[in-house]
């Protein structure tokens, strides 16, 4: 298990970037997959990238592609996600999330195993 605490949502206008940071405790945190996912109201949860254990593959929903970044620092404990070119319909909560395995082989939510507990992302048009 670990614990993971996110930071970096806010209110932004169209077009605008935020950096939402992810911070995890406990042990070799290289040994998960990290992923960020995203929850509209009276949506479902969606997964928006993901990243390998060690940074080294990433994946991305469609929707995001091109713009948005997942990173993370394995030093730091820290998973990253910059977000650019933001859009009204990228108003969500979005959360952090441990994979229990350093693969992106299947990113189903149940493959997640730890959860942080959500950071509001607003974004105006």
């Known amino acids: 298990q670990v614990h993971l605490v996110e930071s970096g949502g806010g209110l932004v206008q169209a077009g605008g970037s935020l950096r939402l940071s992810c911070a995890a405790s406990?042990?070799?945190?290289?040994?998960?997959?990290m992923g960020w996912f995203r929850q509209a109201p009276g949506k479902d949860l969606d997964i928006v990238a993901a990243?390998?254990?060690?940074?080294?593959?990433?994946s991305y929903a469609d929707s995001v592609k091109g713009r948005f970044t997942i990173s993370r620092d394995n030093a730091e404990n820290m998973v990253y996600l910059q977000m650019n070119s933001l859009k009204p319909e990228d108003t969500s909560v979005y959360y952090c999330?441990?994979?229990?395995?350093?693969?992106?082989?299947?990113?189903?939510?149940?493959?997640?195993?730890?959860w942080g507990q959500g950071t509001q992302v607003t974004v105006s048009s």
């Open positions: 406990g042990r070799s945190f290289s040994s998960y997959a």
């Open positions: 990243i390998s254990g060690s940074g080294g593959s990433t």
């Open positions: 999330a441990a994979k229990k395995s350093p693969i992106l082989f299947r990113l189903l939510r149940s493959d997640f195993g730890s």
